[in-house]
């Protein structure tokens, strides 16, 4: 339990180190990230020495396909989610993840075949009031939750379907994109635009850090969900969320007015609701 939440809870503080990097365009920032958490990753396959599977990976073009997709997803969740909170967006982010489970259960259905429960459909119904609540009153979609739910919806979906483990996905999925990062990082340093030339030596710091502050939560959370009931685990992933919405509203002062906190407290409501339903659930299945 302690691992899990450690990972959620590193998770929900990530606006703190994001917004260390206001600086820094959102496309290095990924670039970095990536290319950092690639050497922590393959450190660890080193020291733990897990090279069996890359061998049969590479060869597996299905695999590698669903990785190459899942690896875009994945980056392009990140480049929404770091642009969010540079921008001043860590409350629209927080909902982001807040509909996440909820955008799993639509997707479960229209792509896996899945047949959610009475009450799982009214907190996804719950939920698009709130998103349509949130849209009628700001007079625009609340497009940057919409984005990092969905990605991080069909990313998961990705996940579920591919024969790897978190640490051996994500390897595979830094390796993919890391020539990409690489080529960028060339290009912005002959140009003279990346941080390498013009970031002081803090920011610098705080880039090399991206490495591990992606790596050690995901390993928390793997060695974390292997020994927790998956309901325990579906309660705790509202960890990260909520402490994104503290940090926008105490930390950053975004604002936050009554028709916001009435679309929040409609989403609340149906994560309430669903999570109920999974608690529930799971004792009747134990009794």
Known sequence: MLQAFLAYAIWGLFPLYFKQLHGVNAFEVIAHRTLWSLLVLLSILAVMRRWAWLGAALKNPRLLGSLVLSALLLSGNWLMYVWAVQNGHVLESSLGYFINPLVSVALGFLVLHERPRPLQWAAVALAAAGVLWLTVSAGRLPWIALTLATSFGFYGLMRKTAALGALEGLTLE?????????????????????????????????????????????????????????????????????????????VFGEPLDSNKLIGFALIWTALAAYSLEGLWRARLNAG
């Open 174 to 250: 830094t390796l993919v994109l890391s020539p990409i990062a690489l080529l960028a990082m060339a290009l912005w340093t002959a140009k003279g635009n990346s941080a390498f030339v013009t970031a002081s030596p803090t920011v610098m710091v705080w880039l090399l850090l991206a490495g591990p502050i992606t790596a050690i939560p995901l390993l928390m959370f793997a060695a974390g969900a292997r020994r927790i009931t998956l309901t325990m685990l579906g309660l705790m992933q509202y960890i990260a969320p909520t402490l994104q919405f503290c940090i926008g509203v105490w």
